[in-house]
């Protein structure tokens, strides 16, 4: 399936309307690298070349969606509907597109670093585009490669997200060093690069293993100097506590010390009354009782100091 013709033109131009790609700081000329890697093809010095790889005739290639979901376990195979691979003329059109892109920004890169121009500028940024729009289709066109080759790869010690990850990192090396002239398959060529890439990864994974046998566990690295400190603290906080209330060295009323033992459990290990509990037991409404006990922590407070700062 095919769609309209002439929209690799329009996507990376943004419109049709000549808009400037330099107007705002999101245009991506920035991103553009000072010099641009390609594999030259013989066809790239032909006068038509543009036109047959991105003129208006041109029609746009389907890429086939496909997608890996994490929860879905390794071992069930998930259908996917429809075609799930590029064709070999497709195939080779995207990376002729992708080499001719690189191919036109580097040369116009060169040109610009001995005489900046805006328009050439504009020129680098549409041609930067049409380089990473093809290369997005060209990678999740082969992306089943890399699921595939981790199922039935498997290194110790080392989590099956984090094959995918190095086999992902290879797939987009692969692409980017791939040349269609020599006419093997593209899946040829990255199924021996992910394989190096599991292999190094295995490599730096026995080595790393050697030296530290162990998972590192943050839990094991964690002081607890604070923690008992502050227990420290507040259990000498809560004798002192009590030590006041047992003198009564904060003057306090017996209806205020019944309930500040109460709502704090003071008296013993008991749980904490609530204000109704507390309100109930000496006659008082809830409010009363939050009135009296915020008093009687005052006090308190005033207690406390005393003793520590003539301490």
Known sequence: MRAMKGSYDRAACGSSTGTDLLATPGAGYERIPATVDYVDHPSFSSPAAESKLFGQAVEEIAVPQWSSFPEVPEDIQVRKPGRTTLRPTEEAELFLRYNYARFRLSKLAQAQQRRFSKARARQMVLWYTRA???????????????LAMAKRTRIVNVEFSELVSEGN??????????????????????CRSILKAFNRLATKTGRYRQHFPTEFDPDMEKSDFDTNKHEIERMDSVEALR?????????????EQTIVTERFALASRGKKRTLSEVGQMVGLT??????????????????????FLAA
Do not use: H, P
Not at 132 to 144: G, I, P
Not at 180 to 186: E, H
Not at 286 to 307: F, G, H, S
């Open 286 to 307: 809830n409010e009363r009782v939050r009135q009296i006990q915020n008093l009687a922590l005052e006090k308190i407070r005033v207690a406390l100091d005393d003793e």
């Open 169 to 190: 990192m290879a797939l987009l090396r692969s692409v980017e060093k791939f040349d269609v002239a020599r006419g093997f398959k593209f899946s040829t060529y990255a």
């Open 132 to 146: 990473q729009r093809v290369r997005s289709d060209l990678v999740r066109a082969n992306m089943a490669l890399v």
């Open 243 to 255: 030590d006041i209330l047992a003198r009564n060295r904060a003057n306090l009323t017996e209806v």
